[in-house]
């Protein structure tokens, strides 16, 4: 497998926001967001399809995906990570995973180091990783992806720098309420995912050796949260219906 053509698609539905993008070095670069209930899904290669007409282009233009592959709602990852192994094997591209928080940073103007992302997870709980931007402008995440509950946030990361990520959108005053005066919140467009960002990262991923990231290979990376079914308990459900 090699890369012929050079646009990648990005996939992101780890949370009930949605966003699709699209990313060529030398052309099209542009990102999509929509909010979905939790019974919707079916919605995301039409819009998928849309976006590469609306470009110009089709699925056969696609040279890879990046796909967000967690931590998130189980649920919703599955939703994009299937679509994203389809579209993969069918056009015979690479799908790159990329983490659900790592995108975020790169919203961020320039001049900012040090930020926290959250994504909600369930039960007052969230996801959390701190990253800090290196000299190339890149960013990497300075310990491994958490999940704490909210009220813990203090203790659980004592240096936040900027606070991004859609888990702002339901718990910016408990935050707010912890850090007080030493609290720095990142703007709107920080708190919703950038399908263009995880086009670009997978793109970035890839190009050094394709052939290793077969889509039948991308795994969820499903980070529990105490007050989330285990992926057994999911199984067992899911059999029941």
Known sequence: MSLKRDLFLGIDTSTQWRSIGLFDPK????????????????????????LLQSNGLSPKDLSGIGIANGPGSFTALRVGVSVAQGLGMGLDVPVVPVGSLDSYPYLLPKICSRATVVLPARSGEVFFGTYLRNQDLSWKRESVIECGVVEDLGRLVPNPGIWIGPGLNYYEEEIRAIFEDRIELGKEECRTPSGLWIAQLGHSVCRENASSFRAESVEIEYHQSHGALTIEQRKREQSDV
């Open 27 to 50: 052309g099209v670069q542009t990102s999509f967001q929509w909010m979905v209930s939790r019974t919707q899904g079916r919605d995301l290669l039409p819009k998928i399809e849309n």
